[in-house]
C-alpha cells in the first residue's frame, strides 16, 4: 500500500513537472497604448514566461528594442525571441523574466527626442510607456528587476537610456550599437543645422554620444549599471564600440567586452540574445 502511494505521488510530481516544462510563453505582437506625448497609437510586442498564466508572482522585465528598419516585430519574427526565452529559462540559463518589445519606426524613425522637440520618443518611454506596461502586467518596478537591451540602433538607444537614466536599470546589454555620431562635425554633416546655435548643436550632440556621456560619469556611478557589450569583428559599427571599450577601460567602468565571428546581422544578434538574457538575469537574482 504503501509503495502504491509513492509511486502515484511520485507519477504525479512528475506529470506535474513534465507539464510545466512542456509549457511555453506568448509572444503578443500587436499591443498598443495611446501616446499624449507622441500623438497617437503606438504600438509594442511583449513576451511573457511560460508560467506566467499559472502563478501570480510578478517578474522582473528586459526592454528589448530593435534596429533601423525593423519595427516591435523584428526581435517576434527575426530574432526568434520566443524560441531563445523559452529555451533560456526552461534550461535555467535565464530567469522567468517579461520582454517589452516598442516600437521606435512609425512616424519618425529613432528612440530620442529630436533636437527641435517636435516628436519627443525618449520622453514617451520613460513617460508612457514605461508605466504603462508596469502597470498592466506584474512587473516589478524596482531598478534591480529592470534591463535594457538592443541591437544598432536599438544598441545605441541602450547605451544612451542607461547613461541617462541609470537609476532605472540593473543591466544594459547594447548589440552592435550605433553610439551615437563621433564628432560633432560628423553630426552636423548628417543633420540640418541651420535653425539651431553652435550652443544647442553642442549639448545635442553630447547628450547623445555614448563617449561624451561615460566621460561624465561620477566616480561613485561607475558601478551603477552592469554593462554586457558584444559586437561582431566584421560589424562596420566595430570602431564606436571597441571607442566605448576603451573609454570604459579608461574610466573603470566595469563592464564585459565581447567581440565574436560576426557582421551586423541577425543570425549574430540571435546568438547573443541567450547570453543577454543569462548575463540580465545575474543582477534579477542575487549575483
Not at 549639448?203 to 554620444?209: K, R
Not at 560619469?217 to 560589424?235: A, L, M
Amino acid at each position: 500500500m504503501k509503495y502504491k502511494v509513492l509511486l502515484t505521488f511520485s507519477l504525479l510530481t512528475w506529470g506535474i513537472t513534465s507539464s510545466l516544462l512542456a509549457q511555453s510563453g506568448k509572444v503578443y505582437d500587436n499591443l498598443s497604448l495611446k501616446s499624449e506625448i507622441l500623438g497617437g497609437e503606438r504600438k509594442y510586442a511583449l513576451y511573457l514566461p511560460p508560467d506566467y498564466e499559472i502563478s501570480e508572482r510578478s517578474y522582473p522585465v528586459l526592454y528589448l528594442l530593435h534596429g533601423a528598419g525593423d519595427d516591435h516585430t523584428g526581435w517576434v519574427q527575426f530574432g526568434e525571441v520566443l524560441l531563445i526565452a523559452d529555451e533560456a529559462i526552461k534550461s535555467g540559463q535565464a530567469t522567468p523574466m517579461i520582454i517589452v518589445m516598442p516600437d521606435a519606426d512609425t512616424g519618425v524613425r529613432g528612440y530620442f527626442n529630436q533636437i527641435d522637440g517636435n516628436w519627443n520618443y525618449e520622453d514617451f518611454f520613460f513617460q508612457e510607456l514605461m508605466p504603462h506596461v508596469e502597470k498592466e502586467y506584474r512587473i516589478k518596478g524596482e531598478k534591480r528587476y529592470r534591463a535594457v537591451s538592443g541591437l544598432s540602433m536599438g544598441g545605441g538607444a541602450t547605451f544612451m537610456y542607461a547613461l541617462h537614466h541609470p537609476e532605472l536599470f540593473s543591466s544594459a546589454a547594447p548589440l552592435s550599437a550605433y553610439i551615437g555620431p563621433l564628432s560633432l562635425e560628423q553630426m552636423k554633416q548628417r543633420m540640418d543645422t541651420k535653425n539651431f546655435s553652435d550652443e544647442q548643436l553642442t549639448s545635442y550632440f553630447e547628450n547623445h554620444n555614448a563617449l561624451s556621456l561615460i566621460e561624465k560619469i561620477p566616480d561613485d556611478k561607475k558601478k551603477s549599471v552592469r554593462w554586457y557589450i558584444d559586437c561582431g569583428d566584421d560589424d562596420f559599427l566595430y570602431e564606436g564600440n571597441s571607442l566605448v571599450h576603451i573609454a570604459m577601460r579608461k574610466k573603470e567602468i566595469p563592464h564585459e567586452f565581447r567581440i565574436r565571428d560576426g557582421s551586423h546581422s541577425w543570425s549574430y544578434w540571435r546568438q547573443s540574445l541567450p547570453t543577454v538574457l543569462e548575463f540580465v538575469s545575474q543582477a534579477f537574482h542575487q549575483y
